[in-house]
Nanobody, 124 residues
Framework: QVRLVESGGDSVQAGGSLRLSCAGS?????????VAWFRQGPGREREGLAS???????IVADSVKGRFTISKDNYANTLYLQMDSLKPEDTAMYYC?????????????????WGQGTRVTVSS
């Protein structure tokens, strides 16, 4: 069982930046092999943004490539999502997720554990 807790969501103006954090229960993401960020905007499907595997490999969705960066602090057992040049269309609930299989994907069905989410609102 992996419990995930997100933080860092806020209301910002377009062009601004935010850094989201996700902590794993007990200070660890184990037994997950990959951890990722997703978002779900009003009336939209859940969208995979970026994932990082235990060996450090990453994948980033084309829709946010160049603006969003995923990273993981292995000592603090914390996952981050640095979001720059934010746009109103980035407004959504952002979720952290963990998968226990050796994969690197952005498909929600490949993830086994989910946090409660943190809200990001970007105003124009």
């Amino acid at each position: 069982q992996v419990r995930l807790v997100e933080s860092g969501g806020d209301s910002v103006q377009a062009g601004g930046s935010l850094r989201l954090s996700c902590a794993g229960s007990g200070g660890s993401f184990s037994p997950a092999f990959m951890v990722a960020w997703f978002r779900q905007g009003p009336g939209r499907e859940r969208e995979g943004l970026a994932s990082i595997r235990r060996d450090g490999a990453t994948i980033v969705a084309d829709s946010v490539k160049g603006r969003f960066t995923i990273s993981k602090d292995n000592y603090a057992n914390t996952l981050y999502l640095q979001m720059d040049s934010l746009k109103p269309e980035d407004t959504a609930m952002y979720y952290c997720a963990a998968g226990v299989r050796w994969l690197l994907t952005l498909a929600p069905s490949d993830y086994d554990y989910w946090g409660q989410g943190t809200r990001v609102t970007v105003s124009s």
